[in-house]
Every structure is written in C-alpha cells, then in structure tokens.
Nanobody, 119 residues
Framework: QVQLVESGGGLVQAGGSLRLSCAASGRTISILGMGWFRQNPGKEREFVASSAWSGGGTSYADSVKGRFTISRDNAKNTVYLQMNSLKPEDTAAYFC????????????WGQGTQVTVSS
C-alpha cells in the first residue's frame, strides 16, 4: 500500500503562486508515476500534470502548460506542483495520485487540498 498526503493549498489572488506538496509513504517501490488532478463540486476530476517516478517524463493538461511545473524529490518521496500565474478557473480541490507498477493505473489517492484563486 502507498499513502499520500498533500499540503500547500490555500487562498491566493489571481496572478499569484502556490506550491503543492505530496509526500508518499509505504510501499513506494511499487510506484510507477505520480500525478496531480483537480476537481470542483459536481464536476469530474480532471488531469493536471504527471511525472514518472524515476527518469524523465512529464505531462501537462493544456490548460496549465507554461504555468504549472511538476517536480519530484525521490530522496524525500515527495512530488511538488508549482503553480504560477494562477487564475480563478484554477480554483479546485487538488489531489495527488500514484500510478502503480502492477496495474499502470492511478491506484492511490491523497485526501486533497483546496486551492482558491480570487479575482
């Protein structure tokens, strides 16, 4: 099992920045990749960004390209999401997820952290 704990959400004005962190614990050797998703009430969860757990390889949703950066610190088992030039439409609950080696799907999820961008 893998446990994920997010932190770093909050309230920020449009144009501002936030950095989210996701600390992984447990059987981290079984992780293939890490990602961030976001969701608003009544809407589907949407992909934001992902990174391979080892080696290169990142991917971003078109809506955040050039503004958000995903990075990781394998020594700390932590993945980050640096969010710059935030817009009100970035407001959502942000969830960290881990893709399992065994299944290749997003098997593990954090509890979420709220990001609110005011105009």
């Amino acid at each position: 099992q893998v446990q994920l704990v997010e932190s770093g959400g909050g309230l920020v004005q449009a144009g501002g920045s936030l950095r989210l962190s996701c600390a992984a614990s447990g059987r981290t050797i079984s992780i293939l990749g890490m990602g961030w998703f976001r969701q608003n009430p009544g809407k589907e969860r949407e992909f934001v960004a992902s990174s391979a757990w080892s080696g290169g390889g990142t991917s971003y949703a078109d809506s955040v390209k050039g503004r958000f950066t995903i990075s990781r610190d394998n020594a700390k088992n932590t993945v980050y999401l640096q969010m710059n030039s935030l817009k009100p439409e970035d407001t959502a609950a942000y969830f960290c997820a881990a893709r399992a080696l065994s299944s290749g799907v997003w098997d593990y999820w954090g509890q979420g952290t709220q990001v609110t961008v005011s105009s």
